[in-house]
């Protein structure tokens, strides 16, 4: 069986979150003025693993050296602040 898990996310430019070692990892949303990241993953997962989210607003300064790829663009405060969320390769 498979299921959809959230994950509460906080506006900062890097966070450690602990997920399951084969989750997919879906979008990442505003809920509640709060920034959640939402993740497929099975339920005979037993395995967990720290994975690493950086988040940077619009104009913020992103390091050269990010080895991340991008997941999701996510808005809060009615629109005006703007986050880019990350994930580490």
């Known amino acids: 069986m498979k299921a959809i898990f959230k994950y ?4 900062k430019d890097e966070q450690q979150i602990e997920m399951y070692a084969h989750a997919f990892i879906l979008s990442v949303k505003e809920q509640n003025n709060e920034i959640v990241l939402y993740a497929k993953i099975s339920h005979e ?3 967990k693993e720290m994975r690493t989210i950086y988040i940077f607003g619009t104009g913020h300064d992103i390091p050269n050296t990010l080895n991340a790829y991008f997941l999701d663009t996510v808005m809060t405060n009615g629109g005006r602040l703007v986050w880019h969320i990350f994930v580490k390769n």
């Open 8 to 11: 509460p996310l906080e506006i």
């Open 45 to 47: 997962e037993e395995k």
